[in-house]
């Protein structure tokens, strides 16, 4: 079992910066990858980004690509996405998951599909 809680959403004017913390407990953090995920209203769940369990390789949707950087501290248990250039879209609610698979290989990050444990999100407003 693994639970997630998510940190640091709040008011952001664009161009702004935040970041986003999740901490896990449960499972050794080390053991599986993590994602973080967002959601605006009306629209459905999308991807952001994704982290394998060693932390050497890394996935990002093409609307964040190069203004999101998504990391770990594994003897924090935590899961990072800091969000620079921030802009109105990027408005939603944020949500950290775990791929709680068995996963062979240290990099591998997983598909959107492979994620089984959620936290209960954090709110990202971006404002003009």
């Known amino acids: 079992q693994v639970q997630l809680v998510e940190s640091g959403g709040g008011l952001v004017q664009a161009g702004g910066s935040l970041r986003l913390s999740c901490a896990a407990s449960?499972?050794?953090?080390?053991?599986?990858?993590m994602g973080w995920f967002r959601q605006a209203p009306g629209k459905e769940r999308e991807i952001v980004a994704g982290i394998s369990r060693s932390g050497r390789s890394t996935y990002y949707a093409d609307t964040v690509k190069g203004r999101f950087t998504i990391s770990r501290d594994n003897a924090k248990s935590t899961a990072y996405l800091q969000m620079n250039s921030l802009k109105l879209e990027d408005t939603a609610v944020y949500y950290c998951a775990a791929d709680g698979n068995f996963r062979l290989h240290s990099d591998y990050v997983p598909s959107v599909h492979e994620y089984d444990y959620w936290g209960q999100g954090t709110q990202v407003t971006v404002s003009s």
């Open positions: 449960g499972r050794a953090f080390s053991t599986y990858p």
